[in-house]
């Protein structure tokens, strides 16, 4: 029997004990949990940074002995003893996953993990096969940030939103270190390949903070291995995959972009995509890609609100209560129609290209089978979404 995932986006701090108490109980609980951790992708300090997850897992109960670090850094890393295996091939580094029932992979820059876990003719090392070994058997596998990128097979190594607006795509880091150099607030998508644990489509992270509606939409598109549904995880947030199916951890949600019957006219525009946001409560099918809502929709009227709302993209904190008051629960008929005649809502957000101006018109249409509900967040399900990016003279 496969294993459970929990794929968090970053910023794991109110939710931590939750989701590190769900890595203890899936890995065998109090008694039988062994978890390793693998800091590859943090870049320096790889003992403190051990010690100090050590000691966050202690607090929740298992023993010093329970918890273990896999040797494996970054190139330019040396832990304490002056050690770096560098690489998953190196000679008797997977003794160190000896009667391992939960691995988490730190956050920082998934180019490393990428780099060392990974040949260079994309196969497999000896590391990441005892790996899959561990969560085939029933052990889970998880990771924050850096650590939940490197989760699915085509990985977003980098980009914005304006990025995409204003850059190609990269394959499989070319030319990274110029990159990292340049310091470009419109940072270009870069695809590779990931770790590929989860099967279901593409992982992007921290969605609930950053402007990467863009660039999971267009990852999407883009990649090559037909992989057109994106799962981005919000902040304090976990994706608990288990058997085909998720649920949700932590305080924010989890949004699922279905781009299969989408159609893109050129970078920052697409139209066709299928949006839905998963909360703690609601659990999602990833093989059907059907959500299964805690609450039905509420029945009540709500007025009419402006057609336009200034940043209302997913990052903005007007996202939910758009959404919720003004398209799930707005009377019919008081909405402006789309090209599709649905019902429809805008959200418009200006930005910066090199001293271009840039204006960003995403669409939200309530279909027939669209619903949802307002809790601490809004959750809801099919929600139709279209996007049209145009520079413009001020």
């Not at 304490?80 to 988490?104: F, H, I, K, P, Q």
């Not at 995880?233 to 608990?240: M, R």
């Not at 619903?371 to 413009?392: D, E, M, P, W």
């Amino acid at each position: 029997m496969s294993g459970t995932l929990l794929i968090v986006g970053g910023g794991l701090n109110a939710s931590q004990n939750e989701v590190f108490s769900a890595l203890i109980e899936k890995a065998g609980g109090l008694s039988r949990a062994k978890i390793a951790f693998i800091v590859t992708a943090s870049g320096e300090e790889p003992d403190d940074l051990f010690r100090s997850y050590r000691a966050d897992l202690v607090a929740l109960g298992l023993k010093e002995e329970q918890v273990s670090l896999v040797p494996i850094y970054a190139q330019h890393v040396l832990d304490e003893r002056g050690y770096n295996a560098m690489t998953g091939d190196a000679e008797g580094l997977c003794d160190s996953l000896d009667g391992v029932t939960g691995v988490w992979f730190t956050g920082g820059d998934q180019y490393f993990t990428h780099q060392c876990l990974l040949r260079a003719d994309g196969s497999d090392t000896a590391l990441l096969t005892r790996l899959r070994q561990i969560y085939e058997n029933g052990g889970v596998i998880g990771g924050s940030s850096a650590g939940a990128a490197i989760m699915s097979r085509v990985m977003i190594g980098s980009g914005n939103n304006r990025g995409i607006l204003t850059h190609p795509v990269i394959w499989e880091y070319a030319d990274y270190d110029a990159q990292c150099e340049k310091d470009d607030p419109c940072d270009p998508m870069i695809l590779a390949r990931g770790l590929g644990f989860f099967p279901e489509g593409i992982v992007d992270q921290h969605f609930n903070k950053r402007p990467r509606l863009l660039r999971l939409i267009e990852a999407c598109m883009r990649n090559t291995e037909n992989f057109r549904v994106g799962y981005a995880v919000s902040e304090d947030t976990a994706l608990v995959y288990h058997e085909g199916a998720f649920t949700v951890l932590g305080s924010a949600g989890v949004y699922v972009a279905d781009c299969r019957s989408a159609v893109r006219e050129d970078a920052g525009n697409y139209r066709g995509v299928v949006l839905h946001a998963i909360h703690k409560g609601d659990s999602f099918d990833c093989r059907t890609l059907q959500a299964t809502l805690a609450q039905p929709s509420p029945q009540r009227d709500r007025d009419f609100f402006p057609d336009y709302v200034s940043g209302g993209v997913i990052h903005s904190p007007l996202f939910d209560d758009m959404i919720d008051r003004q398209l799930l629960q707005a009377k019919e008929g008081v909405l402006p129609a789309n090209a599709d005649g649905l019902p429809c809502i805008c959200g418009a957000e200006v930005s910066d290209l090199h001293g271009e101006t840039a204006v960003t018109v995403v669409e939200y249409a309530r279909r027939p089978d669209t619903c949802g509900y307002r809790g601490v967040h809004t959750s809801f399900a099919n929600l139709g979404l279209c996007v049209r990016s145009k520079k413009i003279q001020l």
